[in-house]
Nanobody, 128 residues
Framework: QQQLVESGGGSVHPGGSLRLSCGGSGFSLGYYTIGWFRQAPGKEREGVSCIQSGEDTTWYAESVRGRFTISRDNAEDTVHLQMNSLKPEDTGVYYC?????????????????????WGQGTQVTVSS
């Protein structure tokens, strides 16, 4: 059974950093576009970043561009989300998701409801 598992969440002060990891079981992440989403209390789930399969083209939400970096570790079959200069508004549950096919145009991330598998989420809290 295909599953995704997130790790690396925690509590940090504003300006701090965290690195989230997304691992899979039952399938290889290398064949999938991987997206990171977050959901704050009382708000809708929103896309944060994605990395496409194949060329590893990346996309970032405007709110995190320049602070977050998504990357693949092919040796560990893991996708990381490095989060720097964290702000209180970055607080929420972070989810990773995997999208298989069809291949999307370069730089285009799947929509929220297009992903095939989701993880259970990891909590990120940024507060002073």
């Amino acid at each position: 059974q295909q599953q995704l598992v997130e790790s690396g969440g925690g509590s940090v002060h504003p300006g701090g950093s965290l690195r989230l990891s997304c691992g899979g079981s039952g399938f290889s992440l290398g064949y999938y576009t991987i997206g990171w989403f977050r959901q704050a209390p009382g708000k809708e789930r929103e896309g944060v970043s994605c990395i496409q399969s194949g060329e590893d083209t990346t996309w970032y939400a405007e709110s995190v561009r320049g602070r977050f970096t998504i990357s693949r570790d092919n040796a560990e079959d893991t996708v990381h989300l490095q989060m720097n200069s964290l702000k209180p508004e970055d607080t929420g549950v972070y989810y990773c998701a995997a999208y298989g096919s069809p291949q999307l145009p370069r730089g285009i991330c799947p929509g929220l409801y297009d992903y095939d598998f989701w993880g259970q989420g990891t909590q990120v809290t940024v507060s002073s």
